[in-house]
């Protein structure tokens, strides 16, 4: 036995392992091995044998050597590759082996190539035109030759899918046979004055079809802070019309703020221009008669309404309608700042001139079942194919829509054209690229959302990102991006290196610092409530960003009127719409290339700490509120702290981590790419509050539902409700933190 044991001692060295705890700042537990074989030296023992002689041991060495040689040289010569080897070490006999390793081409490289393919910008206006021919709202037989149209376009582009997703919707649309109508009534309800709705196809979708009789209050542009100074300035608006002029914010907002405060019902007048706009009033998302799911053609659901439809009727009113109702209002006289361009004094109401007269507003809309087409072509992409860069623009249009889907439509086609024509020279994008044209837009995304609700459920594993094309030009002058604060850096980056539409040789960048000391305040604003883009980021948790041209001193008065066409859109910046659609095309294409071939996405993770920590010091203000009720933000200031430390320790372990491998590059990119994600608050209901994100969002959970809670008076504060508040924020913030620290068992490590 003490032989068997030697013989084995001297056939086996023996290793030595010793395992060491890391305690730099980041806690990684390194693994060190320390292998020390045996020195076994083998002699003939007494007794063995004859000893061989040292001549015989050269032979035989160079013998031995000589056959090893000899075997590697057959092996190499007579080898053939494996073609039917799975990455992982699996026989796959259907899937062979590729062996081209991806182009790498630089950031030069890509801009030079993109600069190549891009059409110039008369062939990109050329597209608007041939858009913004003719009305071609959804439903239309127009709309419907249209996505026809980019779906054989983007064949002819040779995308590697192309497809159309179809649902079936029921929509609100004016009453032929009884239209909607507005008068001025006495005291036993006989028509007075008729004001006239000068073209009875504008309407607001989604009104509450009722008629609805009162006084008549003057609201600014219907904000939550105009209904507050109205308050301040002892002026009930309960059981009351209100009247309020376009802009700032969308109209299914203004009409939420004027049912919130007790009005019966809204007419909105154009703040620049003379017809009246279009605009639906649903504050909500996708279709309101299946909120939270898809209107798929195979599903049915229980019919319940969205809680985003309003309760009361809204009209779209002309300029001098308003004129004429404005003047016969009593009561205070409207301030200076709240007066529309060239109105005259006017009182804000509730009470007419005349104390017998009141407002009668009926709205007649019926609704009707449509089909949307949302046509899809998509670029695979090279080493991430699983993760999408979706590109979208509104096609429909109640009216021509030059601005409001002409642009956008024919940018996308243009972006399809350019990125496949790198494709097929040599560019490789890591992601797979979607391009979509959306339908039902002007029912508030509808499209967009539908196609949103029907995979909510792996949307944040697959969508990386969305860039809206909506209205991206409605001036020449200033250069605004709507965005998620993850796309701050990627914003500067890309507005440094296109020209100014109005400066050649100056970039966006440069302009818009020279033009203005505040100049970051007024590129980069938060998302509009009334887009895609919304949608995207506060309903399924993925960052996007929108961007457009806008005037300096007027917004465009054509957008949603029947006035939206090239000429007007060309005409308002003095025929330079070829070069400011030019400049789109060139932010959208070099935002699209850095978003699908970057290896680590173009995303700062770390922007929301600067966000919070903002949002952290208004609640400070409120702090001697809480101690009177035993409660504190300690645990928000906590779960904040958390979060920093999170990106922090992500940004670090990017630094020191190998970016030649893959699976560390994916990895941290699934990390990024759902922050978003980590923000929707995970105990509210997507179908009670679809707008789930906390710091965006709608809802009891959101932090904008908290400061509004704090703000009023102590008797008014609900405990319980304030309770119930912070929690769902906190510990929302909290799940943000902890999902982006990293692994389970790191996370109380990390904390």
Not at 260 to 271: C, K, Q, R, S, T
Not at 327 to 355: I, N, T, V, Y
Request: net charge negative; hydrophobic share 40%.
């Amino acid at each position: 036995m003490e032989s068997v044991r030697k013989i084995f001692n001297a056939a086996m060295p023996s290793q030595s392992y010793s395992i060491y705890r890391g305690v730099e700042e980041e806690d990684e537990a390194e693994l060190h091995i320390d292998e020390t074989p045996h020195v076994v030296q083998r002699t003939n023992p007494k007794g063995s044998g004859c000893p061989i002689s040292p001549q015989y041991q050269k032979f035989i060495f160079i013998i031995c050597v000589a056959m090893i040689v000899a075997f590697i040289l057959g092996f190499v010569v007579t080898r053939h590759p494996c073609t039917s080897c799975d990455p992982i070490g699996d026989y796959a006999p259907d899937e062979p082996f590729d062996q081209d390793e991806p182009i790498r081409m630089d950031w030069a490289e890509l801009k030079d190539l993109f600069t190549k393919y891009l059409s110039d910008g008369q062939e990109i206006t050329e597209k608007i035109r041939k858009f913004s021919a003719s009305s071609h709202p959804l439903g239309s037989k127009q709309n419907d030759d249209l996505a026809s149209i980019i779906l054989q376009t983007f064949k002819e582009y040779n995308l590697d899918q192309t497809f159309v997703e179809s649902h079936f919707v029921e929509l609100p649309f004016p009453n032929r046979s009884q239209r909607n109508n507005l008068n001025i009534v006495d005291s036993s309800n006989t028509s007075v004055k008729q004001i006239p709705i000068e073209d009875e196809d504008v309407y607001c979708p989604y009104s509450a079809i009722r008629r609805v009789k009162g006084g008549l209050v003057y609201v600014n542009y219907g904000r939550q802070e105009d209904f507050k100074d109205l308050t301040a300035w002892k002026i009930n608006v309960s059981g009351a019309l209100v009247i309020l002029r376009a802009g700032k914010i969308s109209f299914a907002e203004k009409v939420y703020n004027a049912q919130g405060a007790g009005a019966i019902g809204v007419l909105i007048f154009p703040e620049y221009g003379e017809k009246p706009v279009y605009g639906h009033v649903h504050f909500g998302t996708g279709d309101p008669n299946t909120p939270g799911f898809p209107s798929f053609n195979h599903t049915q659901f229980p019919s319940f309404r969205s809680s985003g439809l309003p309760d009361i009727p809204a009209q779209p009113i002309s300029l001098t309608a308003a004129k004429t109702l404005l003047q016969r209002l009593a009561g205070p006289f409207a301030s200076e700042s709240w007066r529309a361009a060239d109105f005259p004094s006017h009182g804000l109401g509730p009470a007419l001139s005349d104390r017998d007269h009141q407002v009668q507003l009926e709205v007649t809309n019926i609704r009707q079942s449509k089909e949307l087409h949302n046509v899809f072509g998509t670029i695979t992409g090279r080493v991430e194919p699983e993760h999408y860069i979706v590109v979208g623009a509104q096609r429909d249009s109640w009216g021509p829509g030059a601005a409001k889907s002409g642009v956008g439509t024919a940018t996308l086609l243009e972006l399809a054209r350019t990125m496949s024509m790198m494709v097929h020279n040599g560019f490789q994008p890591r992601r797979t690229i979607i391009f979509v044209s959306w339908d039902g837009g002007d029912f508030g995304s509808i499209g967009a959302t539908e196609w949103l609700e029907g995979y909510l459920s792996m949307l944040h594993l697959k969508a990386a990102t969305y860039m809206s094309l909506d209205t991206p030009v409605l001036g020449d002058d200033n250069f605004i991006a709507k965005a998620s604060p993850l796309f701050n850096n990627l914003i500067d980056t890309i507005i440094k290196q296109v020209d100014h539409p109005l400066q050649s040789k100056q970039s966006i960048y440069d302009y818009m610092k020279v033009k203005s000391t505040n100049w970051r305040s007024e590129v980069m604003a938060p998302l509009r409530k009334d887009s895609s883009a919304f949608a995207f980021t506060a309903f399924a948790g993925v960052p996007a960003l929108e961007f457009s041209f806008v005037e300096n001193l007027k917004p465009y008065k054509f957008l949603d009127t029947k006035d939206d066409t090239y000429q007007n859109l060309n005409s308002i910046m003095n025929n330079r719409l070829p070069s400011v659609a030019l400049s789109v095309a060139q932010v959208a294409g070099l935002a699209l290339i850095k978003l699908s071939h970057d290896h680590i996405l173009p995303l700062d993770y770390t922007a929301y700490n600067e966000v919070l920590l903002k949002h952290l010091v208004n609640l400070q203000t409120y702090q001697d509120k809480l101690k009177t009720r035993g409660l504190t933000f300690e645990w928000l200031y906590s779960a904040r702290g958390d979060y920093n430390r999170a990106t922090q320790r992500l940004r670090k372990a990017i630094t020191h981590s190998d970016l030649h491998n893959e699976k560390v590059i994916q990895f941290f990119n699934v990390r990024i790419m759902r922050v978003e994600f980590y923000f929707l608050s995970q105990y509210v209901s997507a179908i009670d509050f679809p707008y789930r994100h906390i710091l965006l969002g709608r809802g009891e959970h959101t932090l904008e539902a908290l400061m509004e809670h704090l703000t009023e008076d102590q008797e008014d504060i609900d405990d319980s409700r304030l309770r119930k508040q912070i929690a769902l924020f906190t510990w929302t913030l909290e799940g943000a933190a902890n999902a982006l620290s990293g692994e389970v068992w790191e996370v109380q490590r990390s904390f």
